[in-house]
């Protein structure tokens, strides 16, 4: 009886190492400040966000702005079917019930809505995150032709959220970036180090890299 009672001592004397160490490593891998971590924490993990695309002259000469889509307010857009769809054509019987869809998302982007004011409106924050120690996830989804290319990457005098992400990161980190070409980075988090003749080879690849972009 003795030893199993002792056995069983031991056993949770065990347990309560084990788990002191677990607290330890979890204060060791705390990378955010306390207050950086209230704020991520109070803000929803999922935000979706709906950028309505204009229509193009060609579309609207053709008569395909029949709005289907009202903005009703800032997170809230009601999908309606075109004028000349069966549905469309039935709800006009006053016996019938108007057909329409409601969606709501965490914020509605208007087609007048610019480049400039969809980053600072969306991304920005998460760029943000990002430079403090937070993890971030974006991507664009849509039908083809629905606008996500001009409004991830954007033409070169409209830049999109990509390049716009970019610059930003770059330019918070400028004082700590690696100006030399004695490095090379390999992989996520590994890096090797050039000779001098891997340096020279280095930078002529870069140069006729940039000459096929260029052309």
Known sequence: MEICLNSSADRRERRLEVDDLKGNFASEFTFLPNSQQSILEEREHLQVYLRIRPFTSAEHNSTESQDCVSIESADTVLLKPPSVSLSARLSVDRSLPHTGQRFQFSQVFGPETTQRELFEGTVKDLVRDVLHGANSLLFTYGVTNAGKTFTFLGPDADAGILPR???????????????????????????????????????????????????
């Not at 700590?176 to 340096?199: A, D, Y």
Request: charged share 35%.
């Open 165 to 215: 992400s970019l610059d930003l990161i770059f330019n918070s980190i400028d004082e700590r970036v690696f100006t030399g070409t004695g490095i090379k980075p390999q992989r996520c988090r590994e890096f090797s180090r050039l000779s001098t003749e891997q340096q020279v080879e280095e930078a002529a690849f870069k140069r006729n890299l940039f000459r096929q972009l260029k052309e």
